[in-house]
């Protein structure tokens, strides 16, 4: 018997050289573990590939910019500054709790830009959550007051005193409009408009020692200082003429640092925390 012709003849199967047929039946899907024969992994017709999340194609109307997002962002900070003064001013009472929802219709915005500015408040200690109810506005004491200023001597003095030793006069002259306009701000009489003015010159002082970290805790530390203490402990708040002195030793600072009279420095940063206190 040919074997070519008939086959094999210990397994009878037909040796015929035809060409491969195309399969027409899904592909086989080799057991887990194994690899699948060449032969079986079957394409398929092509099929074009999926667009990109993100990218448009011809067909496609092009995706808007997020413009709600960037709106609710700007709300949150304008409440977030409406809140910080509320706190400054004493118009959010030590102790009280505030919803969110409340603060909202007084602002007349939804609760949710509150509630973010109130969380954000929360993590500079000025509020505490207050689950199912809304925000209690933290009770500050006279020695929390105390441990701020002297934390903030710790840190600005040893700086104030390196900068009078390194820094030019020219820098600090560009320093008195800042310093001017904090006697400006005193004069109005109102303590959130004197807040701001004293963060940005005390911010622009230490800035001039290039460490961003520090500038940034001295702030923090500085704010912290701003809110008002529980009414029983002090009563009346700083008045218009205990801002214009406060003002005016900014001005009396820069006098120092541009003479470089060191001693005079250390002694007016020193008074200005004390005051604070």
């Keep these: ?10 397994t009878g199967t037909p040796q015929h050289h ?12 080799p057991p887990q573990g194994t690899a699948a024969p060449a032969a079986d992994l079957d394409p398929g017709p092509a099929v074009p590939a999926p667009t990109a999340r993100g990218e448009h194609t011809h067909s496609e109307q092009p995706v808007p910019r997020p413009r709600p997002v960037v709106q609710r962002a700007s709300v949150r900070g304008q409440i977030l500054d409406a809140l910080r003064t509320a706190l400054v001013t004493g118009e959010l009472t030590p102790g009280a709790v505030y919803s ?3 603060l909202g219709e007084r602002f007349g915005v939804s609760a ?9 408040l929360a993590l500079e200690g000025a509020v505490e959550v207050v689950p199912n109810r809304g925000f209690r506005i933290v009770e500050r004491g006279a020695r929390e007051l105390a441990e701020l200023a002297e934390v903030r001597a710790l840190i600005e003095i040893p700086v104030m005193l390196r900068l009078a030793r390194s820094v030019p006069a020219e820098r600090w002259t560009e320093l008195r409009p800042l310093a001017e306009a904090t ?4 004069s109005t009489g109102c303590p959130a408009t ?4 004293d963060r940005t010159f005390h911010r622009a002082v230490l800035s001039l020692c290039g460490n961003e970290q520090l500038v ?5 530390l500085h704010r912290r200082a701003q809110w008002p203490l529980v009414r029983p402990v002090r009563p009346a708040a700083r008045g218009r003429a205990d801002l ?16 470089r009279e060191e001693d005079v420095v250390r002694s007016l940063v020193g008074e200005h925390f004390a005051g604070a206190r």
């Design 1 to 10: 018997m040919k074997q070519g012709a008939q086959g094999s003849a210990a």
């Design 18 to 29: 035809e060409a491969p047929r195309a399969r027409t039946g899904p592909p086989r899907v």
């Design 100 to 102: 969110a929802p409340a």
């Design 112 to 120: 949710t830009p509150v509630r973010e500015a109130m969380q954000q």
């Design 183 to 186: 006697v400006r701000a005193a």
């Design 194 to 197: 004197y807040a701001e003015s």
């Design 216 to 220: 940034r805790i001295a702030d923090d």
């Design 244 to 259: 214009i002195a406060d003002a005016a030793e900014h001005t009396a600072l820069l006098d120092a640092l541009i003479a």
